[in-house]
Antibody
Framework: QVQLQQSGPGLAQPSETLSLTCAIS??????????WNWIRQSPSRGLEWLGR?????????EYALSVKSRITINPDTSKNHFSLHLNSVTPEDTAVYYC??????????WGQGTRVTVSS | EVVMTQSPATLSVSPGERATLSCRAS??????LAWYQQRPGQAPRLLIS???TRATGIPARFSGSGSGTEFTLTISSLQSEDFAVYYC??????????FGQGTKLEFK
C-alpha cells in the first residue's frame, strides 16, 4: 500500500521560500512507471497542478507555467522522498498543498495535505 | 490549455436518490478524463479514470460516461458518505494538468 506523508511548515514569510517534503512508503521515488507531483488548492484557484518529477533512466521535471520561474521539485533517492520549493511567495500562494503519485496520468495516491499561509 | 467546466456548482439530493454531475471540456479530450471525490478535510480520492473505469475499491454505484467534450458522473443511490465535492480532471495532453472547479453534492 502506497502512503505519502507530508511535512513542512505551515507558515511562510512573504518573498521567502516555501519548502515541503513528501515521504514515500510502499513505492520508490525512482520508479520508472510513475511520477511524483505537487498540487495545491485554494478557494480562489481551486485545484492547481504545480509540477512533477519522475525517473526514466534519467530525471525529469515539469512545471506549470504559472509558477515555472519560482518552483523546484527535487527527488531524494537516499530518503525516498521528494520536495517542493516555491520561492518569492506572496499571500496568493496561501493554499493547501498536496503531494500525489501519478500513474497513467491519474493521481491515485495523495498526501494528507499541508495548509500553508503566507503572511508576515 | 484545456478548460474544464463542471455543472452544477451545487447539487442538492436526498439519500437514496440518483445524482448526475456534468463536466465539459473546451476541446476534445477523447476519454482522457478522471473524477475525484473530496470529503471535508481530506485529500481528493480517485474514483474514475478513462472516463468510465472505476478505480480499485470504488463502489459500483459510481459510474462514469462520455467522451470527447461531454462527460457525466452518476451516483445511482446516494449514501451519506457520498456527500462531498467532485472534481473532473483531464489528462489528454500534458502541457499541464487542469481540474474543473468542482460540484458540491449536498444533502437535500
Amino acid at each position: 500500500q502506497v502512503q505519502l506523508q507530508q511535512s513542512g511548515p505551515g507558515l511562510a514569510q512573504p518573498s521567502e521560500t516555501l519548502s515541503l517534503t513528501c515521504a514515500i512508503s510502499g513505492d520508490s521515488v525512482s520508479s520508472k512507471s510513475v511520477a511524483w507531483n505537487w498540487i495545491r488548492q485554494s478557494p480562489s484557484r481551486g485545484l492547481e497542478w504545480l509540477g512533477r518529477t519522475y525517473y526514466r533512466s534519467k530525471w525529469y521535471n515539469e512545471y506549470a507555467l504559472s509558477v515555472k520561474s519560482r518552483i523546484t521539485i527535487n527527488p531524494d533517492t537516499s530518503k525516498n522522498h521528494f520536495s517542493l520549493h516555491l520561492n518569492s511567495v506572496t499571500p496568493e500562494d496561501t493554499a493547501v498543498y498536496y503531494c500525489a503519485r501519478e500513474e497513467g496520468r491519474k493521481f491515485d495516491y495523495w498526501g494528507q495535505g499541508t495548509r500553508v499561509t503566507v503572511s508576515s | 490549455e484545456v478548460v474544464m467546466t463542471q455543472s452544477p456548482a451545487t447539487l442538492s439530493v436526498s439519500p437514496g436518490e440518483r445524482a448526475t454531475l456534468s463536466c465539459r471540456a473546451s476541446q476534445s479530450i477523447d476519454s482522457d478524463l478522471a473524477w475525484y471525490q473530496q470529503r471535508p478535510g481530506q485529500a481528493p480520492r480517485l474514483l474514475i479514470s478513462g472516463a468510465s473505469t472505476r478505480a480499485t475499491g470504488i463502489p459500483a454505484r459510481f459510474s462514469g460516461s462520455g467522451s470527447g467534450t461531454e462527460f457525466t458522473l452518476t451516483i445511482s443511490s446516494l449514501q451519506s458518505e457520498d456527500f462531498a465535492v467532485y472534481y473532473c480532471h483531464h489528462y489528454k495532453d500534458w502541457t499541464g494538468y487542469t481540474f474543473g472547479q468542482g460540484t458540491k453534492l449536498e444533502f437535500k
